[in-house]
């Protein structure tokens, strides 16, 4: 986006952040999680040239989306790719800020090790590794990024909870427990929680359709609430971070007119009053699936989301941008948290803001707001569609 539309669609842009960024602002910015196998050989090339729009952060994986007779080529591959970057970086030819925030989705702890002695002085461009079937035994991740923390560098843990252990009822709760308390002994290496409802449904014989999200598989949408509950704690602070949509279009474009000439349509309640709400099929049913289960994601308080299709990128960050008025709302909490009033009008006198039960909301907003930017005014998430989007 040129500077000039910058200013346009955003009150407050969004703030720079790399590896080295504090944690608690950091797990709030990783926004759409682009997936790609380890065994994609372009992975440099589309990093360098910033062939993906708006991607915050990226998981290199090892795990499920290779064969198993693939894994070494792929940590070769990995390896090739990672020193291609750094490459690019210390010959200055690439900006720190034109990188994502990169990781590694690993099978076991012994492979961090091996891919850690084969990148070298490279590895200092990976942000962490992402630890896949985590369960209350899978301390040993924990264990190897610690140790390589005092000898090698910096790195963060992401622990996709996606057990049988979690999603079969009678083992969840202790289980849930049990990797809380675990995961309390690395606090500081825990850069996010990620749901892993892929393999949740799997276990069921479920595969949810374009038209329903995640939500509406009821035996998911108990344990998601639940991994929420445990996890999203205020006082927790851990970053809980959406599952996969698993849709992407075959072609077509979003059109920018289009868009705007009827993002939304009108309705009459029984009272007769105007009521809105977004179109059943605002711009395909892939994304517009995507769409409804990301506000539904942030409705229930999870940040980001990991996604498989470069066109989920533009829908997912711009869901996060904070409105204008909540941005206002946040603001509001904050300097008026004295003690001195326990609820004020909203600036668009349409709510009440209560100090005390909506400081840790007002708090998060802020944290979106560093990450994601806050908006003008008249804009929302639409202004960032444009006819360069292919979905």
């Known amino acids: 986006m040129t500077k000039e539309g910058l200013e346009a669609t955003f009150f407050k842009a969004p703030e720079f952040f790399n590896k080295e960024t504090p944690r608690g602002i950091l797990s709030h910015a990783l926004g759409a999680s682009l997936y790609m196998p380890g065994t994609r050989e372009t992975i440099a090339s589309d990093i360098i040239s910033n062939k993906y729009r708006g991607l915050a952060s990226t998981v290199l994986c090892l795990e499920d989306s290779i064969g198993d007779a693939e894994v070494p080529f792929a940590e070769e591959n990995l390896a090739k790719q990672v020193q291609e970057v750094y490459n690019t970086l210390e010959n200055q030819e690439l900006e720190s800020f034109e990188l994502p925030l990169i990781f590694i989705r690993v099978r076991d702890p012994e492979q961090i090790l091996r891919l850690i002695e084969r990148m070298g002085d490279s590895s200092k461009i990976i942000t962490g590794f992402v630890f896949p079937k985590f369960t209350a035994e899978s301390f040993r991740y924990f264990e190897t990024i610690k140790s390589l923390n005092q000898t090698t560098g910096f790195f963060y843990g992401m622990p996709i909870i996606e057990s049988n252990e979690v999603i079969y009822r009678e083992s969840r709760f202790r289980e849930l427990m049990d990797i809380k308390e675990l995961l309390d002994t690395y ?24 038209d329903v999200t995640i939500y509406d598989i009821t035996v998911i949408r108990d344990c998601i609430s639940d991994i929420i509950n445990i996890f999203s704690r205020f006082e927790s602070d851990y970053v809980v971070s959406g599952p996969v949509w698993e849709y992407f279009s075959n072609g077509g474009r979003v059109l920018k007119p289009q868009l705007r000439k009827s993002p939304f349509e009108q309705f009459h309640d029984n009272l007769g009053n105007n009521r809105t709400k977004i179109r059943s099929q605002l711009l395909n049913k892939y994304v517009d699936g995507l769409i409804r289960e990301v506000i539904l994601d942030k409705e229930n308080g999870i940040i980001g989301k990991t996604i498989i299709h470069p066109s989920h990128i533009i829908p997912v960050q711009s869901l996060y941008i904070v409105g204008y008025e909540e941005y206002l709302d946040a603001l509001s909490i904050i300097e008026n948290s004295n003690g001195l009033q326990g609820v004020t009008k909203s600036h668009y006198t349409n709510k009440m803001n209560e100090m005390k039960p ?3 909301w007002a708090q998060k907003i802020l944290l979106r707001a560093k990450s994601y930017g806050v908006f003008h005014e008249q804009h929302n998430f639409i202004s960032l569609f444009t006819e360069d989007v292919y979905l």
């Open 358 to 360: 909506h400081y840790n």
């Open 187 to 210: 606090h500081d290496l825990v850069l996010n929680v990620r749901i892993g409802a892929t393999d949740f449904s799997g276990y069921y014989g479920i595969r949810r359709g374009p």
